[in-house]
Structures are given as C-alpha cells and as structure tokens.
C-alpha cells in the first residue's frame, strides 16, 4: 500500500512551458486535491475532484488545469508556467460520506518541488 | 483575509516539557478542526482532529481543545519529545466535512531541544 505518489519530485521548467503532475493514490479514495505551499503560506487549494470525472476550483485556481479520467488518478497541468507558479505542489486524497469514511482527514503525497525560470 | 490563523511562526520547547501551538478561526460555519504535522522534504500527516460539538480530542500524547466562544484551538504535546519538531498546521473545513476542503493555516514550526 504505497499511500498517495506524486511524479515527479522534482522539474524545472522555463517560462512558457507546459508540464502535468501526476498523483496517484491506491486507497480507492473518492476525493482528491492539488494544493500548492509557498514560504510563510499554508497550504492553498487550487483544485479538487469528489469522484471520476469531476473537478471543481479551489482558491487559487489560474493558470492550472487538472482532469481525474480514473479513480486513482488526479492530474494538475501547467498550460504556460510562470515564475509564479515556483511552489510546492501537495496532493492529497481521503475518503467520502458515502463511503462511511471520515472525509475530513485527508492524506498527502510526498509534494513536488517546482522551479519556474 | 486569512480565516484560519497561527499566529506564532515558531515555538521553541526543553523535551519532555509541554509545547502549546495555537490557532485562531474567523468563520463562525467551520465546524471541524484537524492538525497535521510536516517534516521537511515530506507531505504533511494527519495528527488529530475534533469536532465541534466537542471541546477536548485525545489522543496519547497530544491534545487539541476547542473553545468555540473565543474562536480558538491549541494542540497540547506532553512530553514533548525532540522528534515532534515539525511544522504543524491547522486546518478547518467549512461544509461539515461534506466536500473536504480544507483552510490551513500557516504553520508553526515546533522546536524540541534535547
């Protein structure tokens, strides 16, 4: 049971380029988030998805893009990255109320280290 | 404007004493509270929750008491051991756990120090 993954860990990318993060989560968790950590921030939601095929944004949604094709999966792209875009990337997962779970207590990945130039 | 609010950046504690880590909310609809804990270079952990029809959680060595009047949680370490030095976050949600978004805070960092 390997929790939440993220791919990848690390990715550098010049102003202008395109890239997905990948999270993968084997818990068969309905929920999924991306989250992004800046120095001296919390944690801010940029998008979520409450089951397969559905997504819906979180506070800080511009200039992201994600797509949940299967259970497991939640993909956050990058259409145009910008120097503002240089974080942390969290995702996380956690179970639904109709699954009998505790839906709030949710579980993180390892986080992604972007650097935008 | 921040809803969820740790006002101290970091905390500095002797092991085995008590570390105290405050947190602060604005919206009077969020109605659970949790605390996760992050070491460097690692996702954060779930440390404890609690609801708000309660006003003290448990949970070994740590605790989280809520008083919903003063809009106010702490989390209580005893002893504090000099691996709980982490950031710690707190956390609330707004919906009744009914979606699972979550506000964090800022973060403390906690220091134990053998």
């Known amino acids: 049971n390997a929790g939440v993954t993220q791919t990848p860990k690390f990715r550098v990318l010049k102003t202008g380029q395109s890239m997905t993060l990948l999270c993968a989560q084997d818990m068969n968790h309905e929920y999924m988030y991306w989250y992004r950590q800046d120095p001296g921030m919390g944690l801010r939601l940029i998008h979520y998805?409450?089951?397969?095929?559905?997504?819906a944004k979180g506070e800080v949604p511009d200039g992201y893009n994600v797509s949940r094709l299967k259970k497991q999966n939640f993909l956050l792209g990058l259409e145009s990255a910008a120097p503002s875009q240089t974080s942390v990337y969290f995702c996380?997962?956690?179970?639904?109320?109709?699954?009998?779970?505790?839906?709030?207590?949710?579980?993180f990945g390892p986080g992604t280290r972007l650097t935008v130039l | 404007d921040q809803q969820v609010k740790q006002n101290s950046p970091s905390l500095s504690v002797q092991e085995g004493r008590i570390s105290i880590l405050n947190c602060d909310y604005t919206?009077?609809?969020?109605?659970?509270f949790l605390w996760y804990k992050k070491y460097p270079a690692e996702g954060p952990t779930f440390l404890i929750s609690i609801s708000s029809i309660k006003d003290k959680n448990e949970d070994g060595r740590f605790t989280v008491f809520l008083n919903k009047s003063a809009k106010h949680l702490s989390l209580h370490i005893v002893p504090s051991q000099p691996g709980d030095s982490a950031v710690y976050f707190c956390a609330a949600t707004p919906y009744g756990g009914s979606q699972g978004n979550l506000i964090f805070g800022k973060g403390t960092k906690l220091s134990v120090k053998p």
């Open positions: 998805s409450v089951g397969e095929g559905t997504t």
């Open positions: 996380a997962s956690s179970y639904s109320k109709a699954s009998g779970g505790a839906t709030d207590t949710q579980y």
């Open positions: 919206n009077s609809m969020f109605d659970y």
